[in-house]
Each structure stands twice: as structure tokens, then as C-alpha cells.
């Protein structure tokens, strides 16, 4: 049974809500064939195209940092344009083996990670940031 393909109530604690509850007041491109606007997200607009160029062009206007979470597909096709500048792991201790997905980073091109920053947030889970770079 798919992780979220039934009807579902999300729940969250304070902190993971507060988070989620600012985004929905930060201006978002949402690179899609299918989707059109209005979206349910009040600063977001709709682009469709190739997200490399979407994301080529953005990148050239003076503006805020570009942030993207999930879009495994989009995002290896980023990182393979060489549009990526920071890359953000949080791992948590557990390990599936059996139960696990879908690789992150299957099919992507290799990378060196160069550490930047790391963080632990509740004793277990870590948070590594680094500056990715194509491998030669």
C-alpha cells in the first residue's frame, strides 16, 4: 500500500508544524505538465518546461536562494546540470534494508561531497550540508 495513498490526517509536533506553516508564506515555483494554477499555496506560481532551464534562469535573477525538497527525479536532474550548490542529508538511525524505497540517488551522476556544516539535532538524527561537485 502506497505511504500516502489513502486519505490521511497529517500530525505534527509544534516545531515540524511551525516550519511547515511559514513555508506556505514563501514565494514558490512549482515546475509541472499537470498542475495548474490557482494553487492552494498563496505565493506559489506554476512553470512548465524543462526545470533545468526554469531553474538556470532563476538562478540568474538577484533574488533569495532556491530551496527544493523531495523531487528526486528534478533534483538529479539538477544536480547532473551542475545547479546544485548545497546538498542537505539529515540521517536518521535506522536502517531499511528490506522496507526502503527507492534509492535517493539512483541513476544520478557520481559527486564529491564536501563537508560544509553539520548539526545533530536530538542526540541521534544528523544533519550534514555539503557543496557537491561532479566527479572527475
Known amino acids: 500500500m502506497p505511504l500516502y495513498g489513502e486519505e490521511q490526517r497529517m500530525v505534527f509536533g509544534a516545531h515540524t508544524y511551525r516550519a511547515f506553516a511559514r513555508m506556505t508564506n514563501l514565494p514558490a515555483t512549482v515546475m509541472s505538465s499537470t498542475l495548474e494554477e490557482p494553487l492552494d499555496w498563496p505565493a ?19 533574488a533569495v536562494p532556491l530551496r527544493s525538497h523531495g523531487s528526486l527525479s528534478m533534483n538529479r536532474a539538477l544536480m547532473a546540470a551542475g545547479l546544485v550548490d548545497r546538498v542537505q542529508v539529515t540521517l536518521f538511525p535506522v536502517i531499511t534494508g528490506q522496507t526502503g524505497r527507492e534509492p535517493i540517488f539512483g541513476g544520478a551522476a ?14 541521534r538524527i544528523q544533519e550534514l550540508n555539503y557543496r557537491p561537485t561532479l566527479h572527475a
Not at 506559489?44 to 535573477?61: C, M, Q, S, T
Not at 557520481?110 to 542526540?123: C, N, V
Open 44 to 62: 506559489a506560481n506554476v512553470v512548465h518546461g524543462d526545470a533545468v532551464d526554469i531553474v538556470a534562469r532563476l538562478k540568474e535573477e538577484p
Open 110 to 123: 557520481d559527486f564529491d561531497l564536501e563537508l560544509i556544516e553539520h548539526r545533530t539535532l536530538d542526540g
